[in-house]
């Protein structure tokens, strides 16, 4: 009998996190708890393991069951993958039993080719919409599955924006969408020497074989690397209806946190994008709005939003991190993965589930790392006057000149010389300066140099950015959507901040990330204390330690435990 390789959302559940991944095995879970999931199914670990062991070549017996699952999918949805008159869309998305945020590849919208486009602006009534999520694809496929350079396509989509005088994708009318989804296809004709794939199951196939084979790409690489996972573990690959963020003024996407992942707060944390996919609010193309504004904007979709984090927390007994579309006023939640946080919201949500009754002080004890530990200490701007914000250099009182605020997506401060790109900053890193990560915005193929660096400060992007997510999983101090928020403009290999201040590449300057505030120069900075949570969970690591005779071992940092 046949490995068994597919599972559907109905079959699967957490503990089968090894084989689906955690993406698969929670999106399993939350089908389970009624959770409203765009149901799907997941291609298990195993199967990518086999798969490249076997030179990225499928094992036997794969495309049939994935055929067969994507048949009772249809079947579910009443609707045909690419159909002409009324399309079932697709997300192909990874998902590995470790979360690696960001590090391997997602295609959204599959199924779509020059005849269903006109079938789903029929069928939603919305024809921008549709080619809208035409651009997205091709652009996306072309991208992950073609590894043709994103640059290119984004280059046409800027010229476009400058053309019609307009800042956003949101502002391109229906007929400048339309032009864009030809220029596309001319683009991919001309990178590959062949048509944009009009075949579906060719369209599925291809991703799926792109995801699999992104496990092993340089950034996923550097990643397991940096956070000590095993590089054998594999991904799974989820294939799940899409639900439309971009249709219209009434549906959105966003990203949250059931708690502050930066400071611990019991406080819902997120952003959200009215007319937009869940890649927008990620990558920082558009600086998102705060999830507590749903709560103005869609006061009813807020009541069940807040309901989904409290009854996800409770049941996971952590924070999550979750991704959740809204397509015409009805909720889906896409995702809820374990939150990645900085140290001191480590050592406050450990403290407080214990508190609140929701999980042990073993517990507790375990979640805290010593990497956590050593993140409490954040550093900070040494102020003699805080208020005139003046500081000692070389024995004189000067007063630290400002050129940009952004928002505070990770905190501490950090001082380096300026660099523009995640491999000018990892290779200045490597020859031993103190650098600053400067970018429009960061991606995952830039997780080199965000590592390398003191500190990461971005023009676009907001608090759930790819770079705000990153930077408080390793502790690295970063400002995001500086240009949004202030006058700081990035032009080639310097940056201008407010009242015209420039800071080139190789300057000195110094990131207030608890203010996100960026100062011109090398200011000096002191480190912090551990924070009274801190202190108080390696106490229960030292008592648990005495009790037990062993299992813990608490070392001493800067004389303080």
């Known amino acids: 009998m046949a490995k068994k390789y597919v599972y559907s959302f109905d079959e699967g559940k957490t503990e089968m996190k090894n084989l689906l991944g955690g993406k698969g095995a929670n999106l399993a879970e939350m089908t389970t708890l009624g959770v409203p999931v765009p149901p799907g199914f997941t291609i298990t670990t195993e199967n990518c393991i086999d798969y490249l062991a076997n030179n990225n070549t499928f094992p036997k017996g794969t495309m049939d069951q994935v055929k067969k699952a994507l048949?009772?999918?249809?079947?579910?949805?009443?609707?045909?993958?690419?159909?002409?008159?009324?399309?079932?869309?697709?997300?192909?998305r990874s998902g590995a039993r470790v979360s690696m945020p960001g590090m391997m590849d997602t295609v959204l919208n599959l199924g779509l080719n020059d005849m269903a486009v006109i079938g789903l602006a029929k069928i939603a009534e919305d024809e921008r919409f549709a080619y809208d999520s035409y651009r997205r694809f091709i652009m996306m496929f072309s991208d992950v599955v073609k590894y043709q350079e994103r640059k290119k396509f984004d280059e046409l989509l800027d010229k476009m924006k400058e053309e019609r005088g307009v800042k956003d994708d949101i502002d391109l009318s229906t007929a400048d969408l339309k032009e864009l989804v030809l220029k596309y296809k001319k683009l991919y004709k001309e990178l590959l020497g062949e048509e944009f794939p009009q075949d579906p199951m060719v369209q599925l196939e291809d991703s799926i074989h792109a995801v699999f084979s992104s496990w092993n790409n340089e950034r996923a690489i550097n990643y397991?690397?940096?956070?000590?996972?095993p590089h054998d573990y594999g991904t799974a690959v989820n294939v799940q209806v899409m639900v439309y963020g971009n249709l219209g003024q009434t549906s959105a996407t966003g990203?949250?946190?059931?708690?502050?992942?930066?400071?611990?707060?019991?406080?819902?944390?997120?952003?959200?994008?009215?007319?937009?996919?869940g890649e927008d609010v990620v990558a920082g193309i558009r600086t998102p709005t705060p999830i507590a504004q749903l709560k103005k904007d869609m006061p009813e979709l807020y009541k069940q939003f807040d309901a989904l984090c409290e009854k996800l927390e409770k049941h996971y007994k952590d924070v999550q991190d979750v991704e959740f579309t809204i397509q015409q006023g009805k909720f889906?939640?896409?995702?809820?993965?374990?939150?990645?946080?900085?140290?001191?919201?480590?050592?406050?949500?450990a403290y407080d589930l214990v508190k609140e009754g929701m999980i042990d002080k073993r517990t507790a004890v375990s979640r805290v790392t010593p990497r956590d530990v050593e993140n409490t200490l954040?550093?900070?701007?040494?102020?003699?006057?805080?208020?005139?914000?003046?500081?000692?250099?070389?024995?004189?009182?000067?007063?630290?000149?400002?050129?940009?605020?952004g928002l505070p997506a990770s905190p501490g401060a950090a001082a380096g010389i300026a660099m523009f790109s995640a491999d000018k900053a990892k290779a200045a890193a490597d020859e031993g300066n103190k650098v600053i990560l400067v970018s429009e915005e960061t991606t995952p193929e830039d997780f080199h140099g965000?590592?390398?660096?003191?500190?990461?400060?971005?023009?676009?992007?907001?608090?759930?950015s790819h770079a705000a997510?990153?930077?408080?999983?390793?502790?690295?101090?970063?400002?995001?959507?500086?240009?949004?928020?202030?006058?700081?403009?990035?032009f080639g290999l310097s940056l201008i901040g407010t009242n015209d201040i420039?800071?080139?590449?190789?300057?000195?300057?110094?990131?207030?990330?608890?203010?996100?505030?960026?100062?011109?120069?090398?200011?000096?900075?002191?480190?912090?204390?551990?924070?009274?949570?801190?202190?108080?969970?390696?106490?229960?690591?030292?008592?648990?330690?005495?009790?037990?005779?062993?299992?813990?071992?608490?070392?001493?940092?800067?004389?303080?435990?």
């Open 71 to 92: 048949e009772d999918l249809e079947a579910k949805m009443g609707k045909k993958l690419g159909d002409h008159t009324d399309p079932l869309l697709v997300s192909v």
């Open 224 to 229: 397991r690397n940096h956070e000590g996972i």
């Open 255 to 277: 990203v949250a946190f059931t708690r502050n992942p930066s400071d611990g707060k019991k406080e819902r944390f997120g952003e959200y994008l009215i007319q937009a996919q």
């Open 332 to 349: 889906f939640m896409l995702q809820t993965r374990t939150g990645k946080r900085t140290g001191v919201a480590a050592a406050k949500i």
């Open 378 to 405: 954040f550093p900070q701007i040494d102020w003699k006057n805080p208020k005139q914000k003046t500081v000692v250099i070389d024995g004189k009182e000067v007063k630290a000149v400002s050129f940009a605020k």
């Open 450 to 464: 965000m590592a390398a660096s003191e500190g990461i400060i971005t023009a676009r992007g907001g608090m759930t």
């Open 469 to 490: 997510v990153v930077s408080r999983q390793i502790g690295t101090t970063c400002i995001a959507g500086a240009s949004d928020v202030s006058d700081m403009h990035i």
């Open 502 to 561: 420039e800071v080139k590449e190789g300057e000195w300057m110094t990131l207030d990330g608890f203010e996100a505030v960026a100062y011109k120069g090398k200011l000096p900075l002191k480190q912090t204390d551990l924070s009274d949570q801190m202190q108080t969970i390696l106490k229960w690591a030292d008592e648990i330690a005495v009790k037990e005779g062993k299992g813990f071992h608490v070392r001493t940092v800067h004389g303080k435990r």
